[in-house]
Structure formats: C-alpha cells, structure tokens
C-alpha cells in the first residue's frame, strides 16, 4: 500500500521532453526466406521491400512492412553465423526486438551506466542504413534487445571510373565556403561511422568516403582531384602513417590530417618522422598499451593533438571541434 500510495504523488517529468522510443522491427531467424516471404504474400499481401547482404554479420537480410513496425527475416551466409549458432540451438523463429531511439550514443551511454552489458563495443552501422547496438540477452529476460537510429540519406555513391584500390566513393555536398572532409578507410567497422559523420558535418561542409579495397595502397591525390577542392581537411583509418604524412607533405591541398587507431607500428612510425604536420591530430582507444604509446609519442613530438577516445559520438564531436578550429583555407 505504501508503495501504491508513493508512485500516485511520484513527479513525473515533463511530458513534452520524453521522445519515447518505439518498436521498429521484429527480427525472425530463419532458414528458408524464401518459404516465409511466400506465406506473408499468400495471407497479407506483403513482400520484401528491402534485402540486403551483411557480410560483416555473415546474414542476408530482408524487410517486410508491418504497419508501425517491421518484419526483418535474418537468414546466415554459413555456419559460422552468429544466426547459424542461434539456428541450431533455438530452431527459426523469434530473433530480436528493436526499438528506434532518437540519440543512439545517449541510449548507449545509459545503458551502461545502468549496468547492462551491450554486445556490442560501440554503436555500429547495422541493416538498412541504421547504426544499431544489442544488449546481452541474460539481463533481459534471454530476449535479444536490439536498439537503433534511423539513419537518414546524406552519403550518395560517386559514379564512375575510381582510382585504383578504391572499392566504392560515397560524396555528402555542403557549403563551399568551408573545407571538405575526405574520409579514407579500409575498415570494416570505421569509427566514427561515415554516415554519421557526415550528417553532423553536412551542411556546413560537404564530405566524401572513400573505402579503399583490402591491402591497397590508395592514391589520396587522385581522390582530392575526384573531390575538385582547392583544399581538404584528411580523415584517414587503418591506412599506413607514413604514406599519408607523406602525401600530405608533398600535396599542398591537404590542410588538416586526423588519423585514428593508429597501431603499434603506426605509432613508432610517427615517433621517428621528423617533420610533422602542424594540424594533426591522433585519436585511439583509451587501452593503457595506446595511452602509453600516445605518451611516448607525445614526448617526440609535443606539438601533435593526440586524444584517447573510444565512444564514436564524442569521436565525432572532437572531429568536428577538430576542423572547426583550424584556419580555413576555403574562407581565404
């Protein structure tokens, strides 16, 4: 009765500032599609409006419309899955629930706080152009929670011939008056994801992705000409130090140079390099073997910005106080 009596006269905050989240999908596993599309079309109607491969997931997946939410049928590439696990334990049926947040960094960062243990190490880009995280189903009831932003279009693929170890170029525009990004990766899995970076940096300044294929060694050059900027601020992952410092030495386009997650052998690269761009910036991990490499580096050369950040949302917000306070070439 006490308690009863407590939640009546419990202040609740205002309801205008709650954006409540809300069922985006169901997601089913199953082993045969095909066979579940069929009966969808038979008794509702329904068909798959978007498929996709997730060779990073090892799933194919396909969307179904369901009214306020959506049907997403997960069906593994092979054994290794961690849908062909699911499969063998649990049979096909119900995967995952996913809500749609407003702020997937905000609800990531809370859900940690609270004590939950995410899958996942950091929000990352999921199906259907969300960027998404899991929560360990032991903590909820073993039912697999899914949490995901709606990511809206920004980055479109650049047509035509690319320079060689390019896989694909994707361009957000933006206001000429201001530098552009070029964002060169050959990861897998970026951070900061390259869609949300560019929807925080667009309008304002226009940025282009490029994925280079694995072991390539990419000519950033080329990629500036595609970009037709007078100038560039660079964002370069998993890509060799030297070559980049280089390219930024001898290509006077080339204002700003930020690379992140730069390993062991990076690190001692940039500790023996002499002369080092004045505007750049070195973002790891906050492991203690990178804050002791970023230590010695930083007694080499105390002029570089170096900063030990994991969580993607403020990765992105440093990048773009980052650029933000660099003299801009374009305004020149």
């Known amino acids: 009765?006490?308690?009863?009596?407590?939640?009546?006269?419990?202040?609740?905050?205002?309801?205008?500032?709650?954006?409540?989240?809300?069922?985006?999908?169901?997601?089913?596993?199953?082993?045969?599609?095909?066979?579940?599309?069929?009966?969808?079309?038979?008794?509702?109607?329904?068909?798959?409006?978007?498929?996709?491969?997730?060779?990073?997931?090892?799933?194919?997946?396909?969307?179904?419309?369901?009214?306020?939410?959506?049907?997403?049928?997960?069906?593994?590439?092979?054994?290794?899955?961690?849908?062909?696990?699911?499969?063998?334990?649990?049979?096909?049926?119900?995967?995952?629930?996913?809500?749609?947040v407003e702020d997937i960094d905000d609800t990531y960062r809370r859900a940690r706080e609270a004590g939950y243990e995410p899958i996942d190490p950091a929000p990352r880009p999921g199906a259907g152009g969300k960027t998404i995280f899991f929560l360990h189903p032991r903590q909820t009831s073993n039912v697999l929670i899914e949490f995901c932003s709606r990511a809206e279009p920004c980055l479109a693929p650049v047509k035509g011939a690319l320079p060689e170890g390019i896989q694909r170029v994707s361009l957000a525009s933006g206001s000429p008056t201001q530098t552009p990004c070029l964002y060169v990766m050959a990861s897998s899995s970026p951070s900061p994801d390259p869609h949300r970076l560019a929807r925080r940096l667009t309008p304002e300044r226009a940025c282009m992705v490029a994925h280079i294929e694995p072991g390539a060694s990419p000519d950033i050059t080329a990629l500036i000409d595609m970009l037709g900027a007078p100038s560039v601020h660079l964002l370069v992952q998993d890509l060799s130090a030297k070559t980049i410092l280089h390219t930024a030495e001898t290509d006077?386009?080339?204002?700003?140079?930020?690379?992140?997650?730069?390993?062991?052998?990076?690190?001692?690269?940039?500790?023996?390099?002499?002369?080092?761009?004045?505007?750049?910036?070195?973002?790891?991990?906050?492991?203690?073997?990178?804050?002791?490499?970023?230590?010695?580096?930083?007694?080499?050369?105390?002029?570089?910005?170096?900063?030990?950040?994991?969580?993607?949302?403020?990765?992105?917000?440093?990048?773009?106080?980052?650029?933000?306070?660099?003299?801009?070439?374009?305004?020149?």
């Open 252 to 332: 006077s386009r080339i204002h700003a140079v930020i690379l992140t997650d730069p390993g062991p052998n990076e690190f001692e690269t940039l500790r023996k390099i002499r002369d080092i761009p004045k505007h750049l910036l070195v973002i790891t991990p906050d492991s203690e073997a990178d804050l002791r490499a970023a230590s010695v580096l930083r007694a080499r050369h105390a002029a570089i910005a170096i900063a030990a950040v994991a969580d993607p949302g403020l990765r992105i917000a440093l990048i773009e106080q980052h650029l933000a306070t660099q003299s801009d070439p374009a305004q020149s």
């Open 1 to 100: 009765m006490r308690t009863r009596q407590a939640n009546r006269h419990a202040v609740l905050p205002d309801q205008a500032a709650i954006t409540m989240p809300r069922l985006d999908h169901v997601g089913i596993a199953t082993t045969d599609t095909d066979r579940i599309l069929e009966v969808l079309r038979d008794l509702l109607d329904e068909s798959s409006y978007l498929s996709e491969t997730l060779e990073r997931d090892g799933i194919h997946v396909s969307f179904v419309s369901g009214g306020t939410a959506q049907l997403e049928l997960l069906e593994a590439l092979d054994e290794t899955s961690p849908v062909a696990r699911f499969l063998r334990k649990r049979g096909s049926g119900l995967h995952h629930l996913a809500f749609e």
